[in-house]
DNA sequence: GTCTATATCCCGATAGAC
DNA sequence: GTCTATCGGGATATAGAC
């Protein structure tokens, strides 16, 4: 009667869980800024609720981190899909490899705080909570892998290349990103991104013979 | 007379010398593995010493971390000269590009304990210490930065690059091996360095004409 | 749901014996 | 130089009012 959950899943969203998002906004922006130790007080002021609030919302800190680590993960993964089926029906493998990479980029460079978090938080964490997240981890790289094979096998790549090195390399150079890279007026997330094809790409590809 | 100052000069260690080194290399493994926050305790007894004794060679945590970042600092510089003085006269632009490459990414395969730590550490400190070592970052980039300028002045560079970004992006592909590769049977460092040599100069370098 | 107040714990840091 | 013992600050987490 006196509060809205019977009609959250209509279309409005209840109260708790605007708090909570506006939660874990703040904690993606300050563990991407702090890393894994911030203080849970920062995050709760950056979010405007006292400290204490936090816990109506999560267990502690490991809860937090946990949820701006799958939400990372999950826009990740959608955004590749996403690009992927954008791609008309003549894509070569290689077109594919590059969408892939686009769409990795663009989530390093522009959605970036939770990926960022991810980037900075998944190499320390430890016990179970890694163990969840890094198959996560491995399906995505297990994607770009086969979308790489592909390319191989129809002759667009150049040979002699080492497939997981070669990803593991690119995806660095992604990631790295979120460490560098701001938005400004001389460097569009755009700009940056043809600049990482044509290196890249170029890099990759089989010459034209 | 009967403590080992007075020749520790000449060859030998003195013992304070010698703990301090196992200290600070307790703290740059722990540093690469846990970050910043590592508990004093665990670097403590990862280096055979009590927690107390810690302050005898060091000020605090931030005093620690100082020393571990420089070190990282100098043995990359040291590295870099290194690779370039041994270029015959001959050496082209881009072999100078290359021999760069070669170094950083050497520092962070093999010697990479300093390394990791600087690359995980760095990005989290703030504040006057935070200024030094930017300024040192800063000086080994326009290092780099200056290495490409010198190819795309002769045309070894393929046109429309944006030298900065480029850096930054390779750079970081070398930095992320430290969250990613471990030495084993199957790829060695330098296997690595091929791949990535391989990726970034095709990647970047002028086409044949 | 959110607040205030507080209990609890952990860790950095110091003092002083050896 | 290194240890043991301990102090004090600060952050997490809880209890309970509103």
């Known amino acids: 009667m006196k509060n809205s959950t019977k009609v959250k899943n209509l279309k409005s969203i209840s109260k708790s869980e605007e708090t909570r998002q506006r939660i874990l906004d703040a904690a993606a922006r300050l563990f991407r800024k702090q890393g894994y130790s911030v203080r849970l007080a920062d995050v709760a002021e950056a979010a405007g609720v006292k400290t204490g609030s936090l816990y109506y919302h999560f267990k502690g800190r490991d809860d937090l981190v946990d949820e701006v680590l799958s939400l990372a993960m999950e826009k990740l993964d959608q955004c590749v899909q ?29 959605v970036s705080d939770y990926s960022a978090a991810n980037t900075r938080i998944f190499p320390i964490i430890s ?17 770009i892998n086969a979308l790489l094979e592909e390319a191989e096998a129809v002759g ?37 991104i043809e600049q990482l094809l ?7 590809q089989a010459p034209r013979k």
Chains 1, 2 share one sequence.
């Open 127 to 143: 016990g179970e909570m890694r163990k969840r997240h890094y198959i996560r981890h491995q399906k995505h790289g297990e994607l």
């Open 156 to 192: 667009q790549l150049r040979p002699g290349l080492d497939l997981p090195t070669i990803r593991m390399l690119f995806l660095g150079a992604i990631a790295w990103t979120g460490e560098w890279y701001r938005p400004n007026r001389e460097r569009s997330p755009e700009s940056v």
């Open 198 to 204: 044509t290196m890249v790409l170029l890099g990759i």
């Open 82 to 110: 996403q690009e992927l089926a954008l791609l008309p029906d003549s894509a070569t493998p290689l077109d594919r490899v590059k969408a892939a990479i686009i769409a990795d980029a663009k989530m390093a460079l522009e």
